[in-house]
Each structure stands twice: as C-alpha cells, then as structure tokens.
C-alpha cells in the first residue's frame, strides 16, 4: 500500500466493551482481503477497547496476518474474570465503601478507585503488547503513526497521546489535543477505563479516563496523524425500535436500561455526527474551484465504515447464561431488562458471546470484499 501523504490509510477503531470483539472479525478479514504481510494501515488510532485492539494490530506490524491471529486468539479465550474482579465479596465492599465515603469523611482517605478492580486485564495486556515493537516498526518508518485517545480528569479534555517519525506537530483543538509520547500499557488501560467502573490512570499529572467521554470528534485523531483515506470499524448496531403496540414503551427504563443506552450514547453518538460532518465537509470541497480549494486548510478524506449487520444485544441475550453469577446478580439489581440487554452487550465478556461477534465482525467485511478492495486500491 502506498504510503504518500496524498493517499495513506488509515484505521479507526472505536469503542464498545465486550462489542470490540467485532472488530477482530473485521481484522481477520482485512488480513485475507489484503494479502499483504506488512499491515494494510500504516495510521492507526483506537479509543476504549480500540485502543486495545490498535496496540495489539502495531504489536506485530510488519506481519499483518499472524498480528490479527494473536488477537483473535487472545479474544476467544477471553472470560470475565479475564478482564476484571468480579467476585461478589470484592464488589460488594467496594461498592459499600464508596458509598459511605460520601457521607463520612473518615472512609474518604481509603476509598475505592472503583467498583471493580481490572488488574486482570492489564496482566493479560502486560503479556500480549510489545510496545518496543511498536516503537522499532515506528522508526522503521513501517508503522507513520498511532494514536491513543484518553479523557483527562482534570483538563476536560480528550488528549491523543502518539507516536510517529514523521514531523506531525501537537495539536490544540476545543477540548481536544493531540501530545507526542512514548506509548505504554497506562495508555491503554486509561483509554478503556469507564468511570466508576475501572480505575482511572495517572499519566503524567492528571487523571485519565475511558476516551470516548471526551472525543467529540473521533476521527480527527487519524487525520492529525496524517490518514486521507479512512476505515472505520464501530460496534454500533442495527437497534429494532420497539413501537407503542409491542407494549414495552409503557415500561419505564431500569437504572441497567438507562446505563446501556448511556454507553450505547458515550462510544457511538460522537462517531455518526464526525462522520456525517466530514460528509458534508467533502460536499462542499466539491463546489469550490481548484484553485480556491488551495487556501483552505481543508481537504477531501475518503471513508469506508463497517458496522454489525446485526442487533447484538439481542445476540447478547442468547449468551446471557455464560455470565459469572456476581455479574447475574449486578444486572438483576439493577433492573436490565431481559427485552434490552444493551448493558449486557457491553459487559459480556464470555467465550460464546465474543466468538458470534468475531464471526460477524468477519462475516460483515467479507461481504464488503469489493467494496473494500476498491477503497484500498492505488
């Protein structure tokens, strides 16, 4: 793939939870669709579990296909506990604990960072990223650059940590900013790390949290970064409305309804208005002459979005049982109704589950397999 500034491609992988399964289908198909060893992708960025699933794609750059094997390996034997404590006597206290810190000063000084801990995950993490690989395919000139986007606790903003070898400057934008580092698991772990649910990460002097709360334009992290032709890969899915006449209207929304949709809101809203912007931006490139076009700072981007073709939290209901007992019992308390299951499609990280995502994710590409070849031609 050429790598000119005219055209370079670049990959944007969103967040989603236990959804970021389906983005590993859509690798695994671009790995075959591409027969390239190198990584089709010499831009990538990830936010939340994309920034996950982006770390792990620059770990083995140079080699395309066993990059994505290592991922869906590590995907599919995926549980829970793999990812984060959920046993009931940890949850519990925690919970208990934060809630007194509220009212008493005196538990304030030892309260929980969280309600579950996910020391597990940034084990498992510790074990599969190589970020000095990461670094060498950099100043190889193989990988331009990789993005990984976090929310500071204290700035409000959505900070872009990257790295390349080219001469791409910081970046200032409204409420969001783009810092040259030397990328490490905390920016990752920050990246994905839901408030209240996962501990937030000291990087540098500030806190930073789950990305996707303060990315309100999830693509300009790839253009910074130098993409002119963007794939996106979402975890948005195809929502079957349910009208007055199926009764489910007249129910009011649980607290677990209200959190689902809340993060159904923080990892996709963001991403359709950037897209359908960056749609109307290219509509308007075309109505200014060539040589206007020159004094904007403006530029046509190319993009391909591939989302699931199919309702996942209704795939998410059918592996509802592979769920540890604490996590049962959470969501009951919680009221997620059995007709929603968006939380769960979010939180199940249990084997069954993730494959039907990872066979979907490839199912869905590979019957973009034209589509994608011709936005990946020269």
């Not at 959505?158 to 990328?183: C, M, N, Y």
């Not at 996962?198 to 002097?205: L, S």
Request: charge should be neutral; aromatic fraction near 8%; hydrophobic fraction near 40%.
């Amino acid at each position: 793939m050429t790598k000119t500034a005219d055209q370079r491609f670049a990959i944007v992988l969103t967040g989603g939870g236990a959804r970021g399964a389906y983005q590993v289908g859509v690798l695994k198909a671009l790995a075959e669709i591409s027969e390239k060893k190198p990584v089709a992708f010499p831009v990538i960025t990830g936010v939340s579990v994309g920034a996950i699933n982006a770390a792990a794609l620059a770990s083995n750059f140079d080699n395309f296909k066993y990059s994505v094997q290592l991922i869906e390996k590590f995907w599919r034997k995926l549980h829970i506990e793999d990812v984060l404590d959920a046993r009931i006597t940890t949850v519990l206290l925690n919970g208990f604990r934060m809630f007194l810190s509220e009212f008493f000063s005196v538990f304030r000084r030892n309260t929980p960072k969280s309600l579950f801990e996910n020391d597990p995950l940034r084990q498992s993490l510790r074990q599969g990223l190589d970020f000095s690989s990461i670094s060498r395919s950099i100043t190889a000139k193989e990988l331009y650059s990789i993005g990984i986007t976090c929310s500071g606790y204290s700035s409000g903003n959505a900070k872009t940590f990257f790295e390349t070898a080219s001469e791409i400057p910081d970046w200032q934008r409204e409420r969001r900013e783009g810092v040259r580092s030397h990328l490490t698991i905390d920016h990752v772990m920050a990246s994905s790390a839901l408030p209240l649910l996962f501990p937030a990460v000291k990087i540098g002097n500030e806190y930073f949290g789950d990305g996707s709360l303060r990315l309100t334009s999830p693509l300009a992290p790839s253009i910074h970064l130098g993409g002119t032709r963007l794939l996106i890969v979402g975890t948005r899915d195809i929502i079957q409305a349910t009208s007055l006449e199926d009764g489910f209207a007249s129910q009011y929304p649980s607290v677990g309804d209200l959190t689902g949709y809340a993060l159904d809101t923080i990892f996709h809203d963001n991403l359709d208005a950037d897209i359908e912007r960056l749609q109307r931006i290219n509509q308007t490139l075309k109505l200014i002459p060539g040589e206007s076009r020159q004094n904007t700072r403006l530029r046509h981007i190319e993009t391909l979005v591939i989302n699931p073709s199919q309702n996942l939290t209704q795939m998410a209901l059918r592996y509802r049982h592979e769920m540890p007992r604490t996590m049962k019992w959470i969501l009951a308390s919680q009221g997620s109704s059995m007709k929603v299951g968006m939380l769960e499609s979010y939180l199940l990280f249990e084997p069954g589950y993730i494959g039907s995502l990872i066979d979907l994710g490839y199912g869905d590409t590979m019957a973009m397999r034209d589509e994608i070849l011709q936005f990946l031609k020269e």
